[in-house]
């Protein structure tokens, strides 16, 4: 094998371990990030039986050199005839997630 094809196979095969990692991490802060953006919606919704789904997630890049690298989820929350979504952050390196941004009180019309 030519040191071409050496150096190709190494560079994919660490492409395939950091996709799998994020996938993982993403995996491991998804239920944290849910129920924070759960109780937010219900509050401000004033709705304790809202329900919520993840719309998207992804890993964020640090923000600076050897800075913390962030799992995000956009969570909709839906009940009580209003929905919401929220951007939730989760730092890697620490425990806890932030639901960072919403936009909150639409009305769902009636008939739908």
Do not use: H
């Not at 799998?20 to 239920?31: F, K, R």
């Not at 992804?58 to 800075?67: K, S, Y």
């Not at 425990?95 to 960072?100: F, L, N, Q």
């Amino acid at each position: 094998m030519s040191r071409a094809m050496k150096l190709i196979a190494i560079v994919g095969v660490a492409l395939l371990v950091s996709c799998a990692s994020q996938t993982q991490e993403l995996n491991q802060s998804q239920d944290a990030a849910v129920a924070v953006a759960l109780r937010r919606g219900q509050f401000e919704l004033s709705c304790p039986t809202a329900v919520p789904v993840v719309l998207s997630r992804t890993m964020l890049e640090p923000m600076a050199w050897q800075g913390t690298e962030r799992a995000e989820y956009t969570v909709g929350v839906e009940g009580c005839g209003k929905k919401a979504s929220y951007i939730v952050v989760c730092p890697q390196s620490a425990s806890g997630c932030v639901a960072a941004a919403s936009k909150t009180n639409t009305t769902i019309p009636q008939g739908q």
